[in-house]
C-alpha cells in the first residue's frame, strides 16, 4: 500500500508525526485533566456526585456521535484542512470551558470540545495511516503517536493537579487554548497538503440520527440510577434512544455516501478492532476515574499529589505502547491482543486490593504497573488492526468507525461502573473488579474476531516490511 504523499521527505514526515502526536497528547490530556479538577468542579458549580460525570460524558458522547462524520469529513474535505479546523475548535471551546460559570456553560463547552475531538482523532489516525506505509513504518508512527497519548495521562493529572490548586479548575480547561493554537499553526507548515479529491455528500441524517441515539443511551445509564429506571424521562429517553439509532441503520443501509459503510465491516480485522476499541475504553479507559477517586476520596490526597500518583501508570502505560508494536511485529495482532487484556485483567484485579483506606498508594503500585503495561500493548495492537487492510480512501471512515467505538465505550462503560459503584455504596473497588471482568471477556472476544482475519493480516504486514526495506534506499520519503 503506496503513500498518498510520495513527494514528502523524512525529515518532514518526522515533523509531521511530532504534530500528531502533540496533537494526541492535546486529545488525551483533555481528557484527562479534568478528572483531577472533576470535585472542584462538582463543588463549585453545584453538580450531584451522580451528574458531575456529565463534564466528562458530554466530551464522549459527542466525540462518538460525530467521530464518523469527522472520519468522512477528513477523507472529502481534506486531512489536513479537517486537522487544522478541528483544533480551532478545540482552542474556542477551552476559552469557554475556562470561562464557563454554571453547569450548562461548561456541558455545552464539553460538548463542542468533544465535536473538536471528533475531528481531530480520525484526521490525525488518517493522516498517519495514509502518509506511512502498512506494516513497520506505520506501526512505529502509530506507537509514537500511542506514546504521546498515554503521556496525557501523565501530564494530563499532574497539569491538572498543579492547576487546580494553585488557578483554580478554570485553567485546565484555558491550557489547551495557546496548546491546539500553536499545533494548528505549525501543521499549515508542515503536513503536506491535501490532494484534491471527487466530490462526495456528507450524510449529515446518519450523524445526527447515532448522535442522538447514542445521547438518550447515555443519559438513560447515567440518570437511571438516580432518577429510577422507571421514572418517565429516562423512560423516553431509552425509546428515543432506539428510535433514533434505529433510524441511523436505515439510513445507513439505504444511502448512496452513508456515514458507516456497512460493506467495510465485512473487514473482520476492522470488525474486530471495532469491537475491540469499545471493550477497551469501557475498561481500561474507565480506571482514571476510579483511580482519582481512590486517591481524592479515600486516601485523601490533594489535587497536586493525585497529579503525581499518576506517574507510575502513566510510564507504564507509555513503555507499553512501545512494547505493543515489537510484539505485534513478531506475535501478530491477535496473539498480542490476547496478552494485552489478559495481563490487564490480573494487573486490575490487583490494583482492586489499593481500595482500602489503610492500604496506602504503595498497594495500588504493582496493579497500576501490571495493568498499564498491558494497557499501552492493547492501545498499539488494536490501532494496527484497525488500519490494517483498509484502502487509503476510506481511512478516515475506518479510523471513524474504530474511534467512534472508543468514544461511546468509554461514555457507556463510565456511566455503567459508576452506577454500580454508587448503587452498592463502595469508594470503586466494585467497579474496578468488574472492569477486570470486562478485560477477561476482552480475552474471549480476541480469540473469536481474530481468529482467521489476523494471520490474513500479519502475513500482509510482514510481506511489507520486506517491501518497505528493499524500497526505503530508493525512497526517503516512507522511511
Known amino acids: 500500500m503506496s503513500t498518498l504523499y510520495p513527494e514528502s521527505g523524512s525529515r518532514r514526515l518526522g515533523w509531521s508525526l511530532a504534530l500528531f502526536a502533540l496533537a494526541q497528547l492535546i486529545f488525551s490530556l483533555d481528557l484527562n485533566i479534568v478528572f483531577v479538577a472533576l470535585p472542584d468542579i462538582g463543588a463549585e458549580l453545584g453538580f450531584s456526585a451522580q451528574t458531575q460525570q456529565w463534564v466528562v460524558s458530554a466530551y464522549v458522547v459527542f466525540a462518538g456521535g460525530f467521530l464518523l462524520l469527522g472520519g468522512r469529513a477528513a477523507d472529502l474535505l481534506g486531512r489536513r484542512r479537517v486537522f487544522v479546523a478541528a483544533l480551532a475548535v478545540y482552542a474556542v471551546s477551552s476559552l469557554a470551558g475556562g470561562l464557563a460559570t454554571g453547569q450548562l456553560m461548561i456541558v455545552v463547552a464539553r460538548a463542542v470540545q468533544g465535536i473538536g475531538g471528533a475531528l481531530l482523532l480520525p484526521s490525525t489516525l488518517s493522516l498517519i495511516n495514509t502518509l506511512f506505509r502498512e506494516g513497520r513504518p506505520r506501526n512505529r508512527a502509530l506507537a509514537v503517536w500511542g506514546g504521546a497519548g498515554a503521556s496525557g495521562l501523565t501530564v494530563g493529572a499532574l497539569l491538572g493537579g498543579v492547576l487546580t490548586q494553585h488557578f483554580g479548575w478554570s485553567a485546565v480547561f484555558l491550557v489547551n487554548v495557546p496548546l491546539a493554537g500553536l499545533v494548528a499553526v505549525a501543521a499549515l507548515a508542515v503536513v503536506p497538503p491535501d490532494r484534491p479529491g471527487g466530490r462526495r455528500r456528507f450524510d449529515l441524517p446518519g450523524a445526527l440520527t447515532v448522535t442522538g441515539g ?3 443511551l447515555v443519559f438513560v445509564l447515567v440518570q437511571g440510577p438516580e432518577l429510577g429506571w422507571a421514572t418517565p424521562a429516562v423512560l423516553g429517553a431509552a425509546v428515543l434512544a432506539v428510535l433514533l439509532l434505529g433510524a441511523f441503520a436505515v439510513i445507513e443501509a439505504r444511502g448512496a455516501d452513508p456515514l458507516m459503510p456497512p460493506r467495510l465491516l465485512a473487514n473482520r480485522g476492522l470488525a ?3 469491537a475491540v476499541t469499545f471493550l477497551y475504553m469501557g475498561t481500561f479507559g474507565a480506571l482514571p476515574y476510579f483511580l482519582t477517586v481512590l486517591l481524592r476520596t479515600v486516601h485523601g ?9 499518576f506517574l507510575v501508570p502513566s510510564v507504564a502505560i507509555a513503555a507499553g505502547t512501545q512494547l505493543g508494536e515489537r510484539l505485534t511485529a513478531r506475535w501478530g495482532v491477535r496473539a498480542t491482543l490476547l496478552a494485552g ?3 490487564g485483567a490480573v494487573g486490575t484485579a490487583l490494583l482492586a486490593i489499593g481500595f482500602d483506606a489503610g492500604s496506602g498508594y504503595a498497594a495500588c503500585v504493582p496493579g ?3 495493568s498499564g503495561v498491558a494497557q499501552g500493548v492493547t492501545w498499539t495492537a488494536m490501532w494496527i488492526a484497525a488500519a490494517t487492510g483498509v484502502a487509503p480512501g476510506q481511512q478516515g471512515v475506518a479510523s471513524g468507525m474504530a474511534s467512534t467505538a472508543l468514544n461511546i465505550g468509554n461514555a457507556i462503560g463510565l456511566a455503567v461502573l459508576i452506577g454500580v459503584s454508587n448503587s452498592v455504596a463502595d469508594d470503586g473497588r466494585v467497579a474496578v473488579l468488574l472492569a477486570a471482568a470486562g478485560m477477561v471477556a476482552g480475552v474471549l472476544l480476541v480469540a473469536v474476531a ?4 489476523a494471520r490474513r493480516a500479519s502475513s500482509a504486514a510482514m510481506a511489507s516490511t ?12 516512507c522511511s
Open 466 to 477: 520486506r517491501v518497505d526495506a528493499a524500497i526505503t534506499k530508493d525512497s526517503p520519503a
Open 368 to 370: 497500576l504497573v501490571v
Open 450 to 453: 481474530f481468529r482467521q482475519s
Open 301 to 309: 490526597l490533594s489535587p497536586l499529589w493525585t497529579g503525581l500518583a
Open 341 to 343: 487484556f489478559g495481563v
Open 272 to 274: 474486530g478492532a471495532v
Open 214 to 216: 447514542l445521547t438518550m
